[in-house]
C-alpha cells in the first residue's frame, strides 16, 4: 500500500513539473487587434471629431502594387463613439500580427469606396460643405499585435475660404443686404464670365498622398454665404466655402449678388489656396459699392475656423 501511495505522489510530481514548464500564454493588447485614435492637423481641439463620425481604413504591410484588392481589411468602417475623448468601433476586427502594418484613412466613409488612390469627391455642392480629409499613422509609428493602436494624423484635403463681411459704419447701407447669390467664377480681360479652369469642382481623392486628381473643372457656389446678410451678427462665425488645393490662379474672382446687384471681386494674379490652411477675406458693404482688397487676404493655419454650418470633421470645433 505504501509503495502504491509512493508511485502515486511521483506521478502527480512528474505531472506538476510538466505543466510548470509549460509557458504562460501571451496577452496582447486589445488581443493584438487594430485599434485608433485620431488627431486633426493644426486643431486646436485634438478630439475635434463628433459622435457617430465615419471614417474609412485601408490596413496593409505592402503597398506594392494593387495590394487592395485582394486586401481583406480595405475600406473598413470606423464610427466614433462617445464625446469628448473618443473611441472607434470597427465593422470588422481587424487583427494585427509581428509584421509591422500602415493604416490609411479618409473621411467622410463612402461603402462605395475599393480604391484608396481614388476617392470621389464633389467640391461644389448644392447642399452642405464636406470636409474631406485623409490621414495614416506613417508620421507616428506602424502598428503590430504588440502595439495595435494606430495614432492617426487626419490632414484637410482642401483650403478653406473665409468671409469676413460687414456693414461700413461711415457709409451705411439701407437695404436689406442679403446675399442673394455667391460663386467664385472667371473673367476674361474685358470683365465677361469665361470657364473657370483651375478650380475643381470633383475628382479623386488619393488618401495615401491627399493629392486630388481633377476630373470637372469650374465655377464653386459658396452655398454658405447666400441667404445671409451684410447686417448679420456674426460673431466671429464668418461663411466659409471649400475648394481643392489652387495653385498660381488667373482671372478668379468673387461674385456676390447682393439684394438683386451682381458685384464682381477679382482676385490677385497668381493667387494660392493650400491645402490644410484658412484664407480669410474681409468684405465691406459701403454705401452702394463692395469695399475689397484681394491682397489683403489673411492665411492662417485651419484650426477653428467658424461656419455657420456643413458637414465638418472638425464636430463642433467648425
Known amino acids: 500500500m505504501k509503495k502504491q501511495l ?23 493588447p486589445n488581443d493584438g487587434n487594430l485599434s485608433i485614435t485620431t488627431n486633426i492637423f493644426s486643431n486646436v481641439n485634438n478630439y475635434a471629431f463628433a459622435n457617430n463620425e465615419k471614417i474609412g481604413l485601408f490596413v496593409t504591410e505592402n503597398e506594392t502594387g494593387e495590394w487592395y484588392k485582394t486586401n481583406p481589411y480595405s475600406n473598413v468602417m470606423a464610427t466614433s463613439v462617445g464625446i469628448g475623448k473618443l473611441r472607434w468601433d470597427f465593422s470588422q476586427v481587424v487583427p494585427l500580427n509581428d509584421n509591422p502594418a500602415l493604416v490609411f484613412a479618409y473621411y467622410p466613409y463612402d461603402a462605395d469606396v475599393v480604391n484608396p488612390y481614388s476617392i470621389p469627391i464633389q467640391i461644389d455642392r448644392e447642399d452642405k460643405m464636406v470636409d474631406y480629409m485623409y490621414g495614416s499613422n506613417r508620421q507616428t509609428q506602424k502598428v503590430t499585435r504588440d502595439n495595435p493602436n494606430a495614432d492617426l494624423i487626419m490632414n484637410h484635403a482642401l483650403s478653406m475660404i473665409q468671409f469676413d463681411i460687414s456693414i461700413d459704419k461711415n457709409q451705411p447701407y439701407h437695404g436689406t443686404g442679403i446675399i442673394e447669390d455667391a460663386r467664385i467664377v472667371a473673367l476674361d480681360n474685358d470683365g465677361k464670365l469665361i470657364q473657370n ?94 469695399k475689397f482688397d484681394g491682397n489683403s487676404v489673411i492665411v492662417e493655419d485651419w484650426t477653428d475656423g467658424g461656419t455657420s454650418g456643413g458637414e465638418f470633421g472638425g464636430g463642433g470645433d467648425f
Open 6 to 28: 509512493l508511485l502515486s505522489l511521483l506521478g502527480v510530481g512528474l505531472v506538476l513539473g510538466a505543466c510548470s514548464d509549460d509557458k504562460d500564454p501571451v496577452v496582447y
Open 197 to 290: 479652369k483651375d478650380l475643381v469642382q470633383s475628382g479623386y481623392l488619393n488618401c495615401i498622398t491627399g493629392y486630388i486628381e481633377p476630373l470637372h473643372w469650374g465655377s464653386i457656389k459658396i452655398i454658405d454665404l447666400i441667404g445671409k446678410s451684410f447686417h448679420g451678427n456674426f460673431s466671429g462665425r464668418y461663411p466659409v466655402c471649400m475648394v481643392a488645393p489652387t495653385y498660381r490662379m488667373s482671372h478668379t474672382a468673387f461674385m456676390i449678388n447682393v439684394d438683386g446687384r451682381e458685384f464682381y471681386l477679382p482676385l490677385p494674379e497668381g493667387t494660392t489656396w493650400a491645402k490644410n490652411t484658412k484664407n480669410r477675406y474681409v468684405i465691406t458693404l459701403s454705401g452702394m459699392e463692395l
